[in-house]
């Protein structure tokens, strides 16, 4: 176990300066407090304290930091109190150790609104000062450098949890080496055949190139050095979980990789790297498109470096990364290289954000994903957003975007504002027009074109790639519902109050919406264009508000009743039927009932029902019996008006057990190859037949599909929407209204059924 004067002499080697009484007491104070626990390996529970103490100086960070990593569990662990490490150790270091406090029983494998809401405030306390980031992932590192003494599904769980936040995150700061160090450790214990057989071939193929590598570093050095450049020249393997990750992602051996084993030259100046650069190119071959300058444009997470491959000694393929001394130690170190912390207490954040452009653009990310995203996508939003690998592209005007992998111009549009994005109709991409479900690559110059008028479809949620415009796209897409909702509850309360004669004034409505369960009259309205509130409901209540007083007329039917009040008609044995009593009918609809006898002709909305189906029947003068299901866009058109309105059930008894029904479902899809197949596909796994289908294209990147399919059931037909919507592609999966099933003419429902007069 390391002594308290090691662990300061570890310090003095970077900072001559150090404060050796607040070290010894941090030390003195975490030794006393965890006394005689015990980890899981059985060693004294305060080797892990200083173990992460010694992690965070060979980070080279402050004093404050490296007493937090050894005062970091003690708050959580044993009996001391934020108050008492306040008056100990002062309010910046406590800030910290509480911060880390709140944070240290993340679970990222239990449910999913808990993972979000405990990431969330790991988040929030990162963004308030990075040393808690910095603590957590040095704590981090040495509980997975000894997981091997944990139960084998804890081990997992852990593994995933690293593999999936604190890699990632180490990565977004630019902390490379510990990047590396947290995947491979998960990826041993989550993966150890693969992981295993990749650290063979690795040994294997080290041992077979050790004299090449230390020939093409001999001759890279002499050739520099000719050339009057100073240049330290190592070679380094690519790590286990970054090659296997590169086999995956591009499906190839390992052999086929060029980048196993390179080279980073580090040299004296930015100069020296373009003239090393000038100098490796005008010797050696280029290979082709792997050229890449992190020096002109950095990444997000302040890495520079000249990236390049040639076909170098030996006629071996040599990928160089060349770079200067500070680039090297940012790209070993990350932000944990920026002198932070160096003037003592806290230096301003602005400062911080000024040194270093990956945690200024972390803040800016957290701000944005902390603020008004429901709990069960935070989790969805925030890997999209923190924890991908990024391309860069460019505005005409030059300014930088960056985004992840796999993003298109849809995401670049609300990269550069929420408005640019929503009112999107296309992009030109290097001058040219091409589809929205393009993906960029780094490089790519992107020219958004607008439409003021125009409101993101919800099918775009599918295809963006950053957790930003998925947000941005869903609460367009609620707000645009909402507002449909909103006036077509507007339309129906004006109907009825136009067709009884009155008017509402504001104290009636908001005594109206209360009577109804509704906090005002906006929230009234929604819920009547949602069809959460029904016409007989707000009649009874209007009569309520109003005072309003109507006279009823009882029916008697001209067919063969039942004990229960329902009927059948001869036109079909599958329904039978039932007025209701007290239904306020006007003439139209009362001549429509005296009409209704046994000889009654029935039609079946085009929209095709199924059993399982809410049905409601409309009966006008001197018109057969029509049929819709309650879902049906028909019968809010006919919501007041002057027809009679009949309760309609399923005879299942009349039907075979194994007979189908045809129906109408749409859906719209992303315009790619395959798409048809993937649709068909899915149908048909639920043993579903599909009769006839219609296509249109609604835009360069979308088709509406408009199929008839043949189902048992309302169950059958539910399984079908659910498969459909859970595949990738496709949305707006729903079935379709009577202009849709109007497009499809080979409908028909039961040869029993008249259809003479099918609605249009």
Not at 547 to 574: M, N, Q, S, Y
Request: net charge negative; glycine share 6%; proline share 3%.
């Amino acid at each position: 176990m390391m002594r308290q004067y090691e662990l300061v002499e570890r310090v003095q080697a970077y900072n001559p300066d150090v404060d050796e009484n607040l070290l010894n007491k941090a030390y003195v104070y975490a030794m006393q407090k965890h006394g005689s626990q015990k980890r899981a390996s059985g060693d004294p529970y305060f080797h892990h304290p200083l173990e992460v103490a010694a992690i965070l100086t060979e980070l080279k960070l402050d004093d404050a930091s490296v007493a937090v990593g050894l005062l970091h569990d003690t708050i959580e662990d044993t009996d001391a109190t934020r108050a008492e490490i306040d008056q100990l150790f002062g309010a910046e270091i406590a800030a910290i150790v509480d911060g880390l406090t709140k944070i240290e029983r993340l679970n990222l494998v239990s449910r999913e609104e808990a993972q979000a809401e405990n990431l969330r405030k790991l988040l929030l306390a990162i963004s308030q000062d990075v040393r808690v980031l910095l603590v957590k992932l040095a704590d981090r590192l040495h509980n997975m450098r000894t997981l091997d003494f944990m139960r084998e599904d804890k081990q997992k769980r852990i593994a995933q949890e690293t593999m999936d936040i604190y890699a990632p995150l180490a990565g977004r700061m630019g902390m490379q080496d510990m990047r590396n160090e947290l995947e491979d450790l998960s990826f041993k214990i989550l993966q150890p055949d693969h992981y295993a057989a990749i650290k063979s071939r690795l040994k294997e193929l080290e041992d077979e190139n050790r004299e090449i590598i230390a020939s093409i570093s001999n001759e890279l050095t002499d050739r520099l050095a000719d050339a009057g450049i100073v240049a330290r020249v190592k070679a380094r393997v690519k790590a286990p979980y970054s090659i296997f990750s590169k086999i995956e992602r591009k499906s190839i051996a390992l052999e086929q990789l060029s980048d196993i084993i390179g080279f980073r030259v580090v040299v004296g100046s930015v100069e020296e790297c373009y003239r090393t650069m000038g100098l490796v190119h005008t010797t050696w071959k280029v290979v082709p498109n792997r050229f890449k300058d992190y020096i002109s444009v950095p990444k997000n997470n302040d890495y520079q470096s000249i990236h390049t491959t040639i076909v170098g000694p030996g006629r071996q393929r040599v990928e160089l990364q060349i770079r200067t001394e500070e680039m090297d130690r940012i790209a070993e170190f990350g932000i944990a290289a920026h002198a932070l912390y160096k003037d003592g207490a806290s230096a301003s954040l602005s400062r911080i954000e000024m040194e270093s452009a990956a945690y200024g653009s972390l803040r800016q990310t957290i701000s944005h994903l902390t603020s008004g995203i429901p709990t069960e996508e935070f989790l969805e939003y925030t890997k999209l957003e923190l924890f991908q690998d990024q391309v860069f592209c460019f505005t005409p005007r030059g300014r930088l975007i960056a985004l992840p992998r796999g993003a298109t111009p849809i995401d670049f549009a609300y990269a550069l504002h929420t408005d640019i994005g929503d009112t999107c109709v296309g992009a030109k991409i290097n001058g040219l027009i091409l589809p929205l479900v393009t993906q960029l690559r780094s490089g790519d110059e992107v020219e958004i074109m607008r439409d003021h008028n125009h409101r993101p479809p919800s099918n775009w949620s599918s295809i963006a790639a950053t957790g930003k415009a998925r947000a941005a796209i869903r609460r367009a897409v609620r707000q645009q519902a909402t507002q449909r909702a909103l006036a077509l509850g507007e339309q129906v309360l004006s109907l009825l109050l136009d067709r009884e004669g009155v008017m509402l004034e504001d104290s009636e409505a908001q005594a109206l919406a209360e009577a109804l369960n509704q906090p005002n009259k906006r929230e009234l309205l929604i819920a009547l264009g949602e069809g959460k509130i029904g016409s007989e409901e707000l009649g009874t209540a209007l009569e309520q508000v109003k005072g309003i007083r109507k006279r009823r007329r009882k029916l008697e039917l001209p067919v063969a009743d039942t004990a229960d009040g329902w009927f059948a008609l001869r036109a079909t044995d599958h329904f039978r039927f039932r007025v209701a009593g007290g239904h306020l009918e006007g003439s139209e609809a009362w001549r429509a009932l005296k009409q209704l006898d046994f000889h009654t002709a029935v039609v079946v909305s085009g929209e095709g029902v199924v059993p399982g189906d809410r049905l409601i029947g409309i009966l006008q003068p001197e018109k057969p019996l029509m049929i819709y299901p309650a879902h049906s866009e028909a019968l809010i058109a006919m919501h007041d008006s002057d027809v009679a309105w009949v309760d309609v059930r399923w005879n299942i008894a009349a039907d075979a057990p194994d007979k189908l029904y045809a129906l109408v479902i749409s859906m719209e899809s992303v315009n790619r190859p395959g798409s048809l197949a993937q649709i068909s596909t899915a149908i048909a796994s639920c043993d579903a037949n599909i009769n006839n289908l219609v296509m249109r294209m609604i835009s360069p990147d979308f088709h509406q599909m408009i199929f008839e399919i043949e189902v048992r059931d309302l169950a059958q037909l539910t399984d079908v929407l659910a498969t459909l919507k859970r595949s990738p592609g496709l949305s707006a999966v729903q079935r379709a209204g009577l202009r849709e099933a109007g497009m499809i003419s080979t409908l028909e429902w039961d040869g029993k059924v008249d259809r003479s007069a099918r609605d249009e």
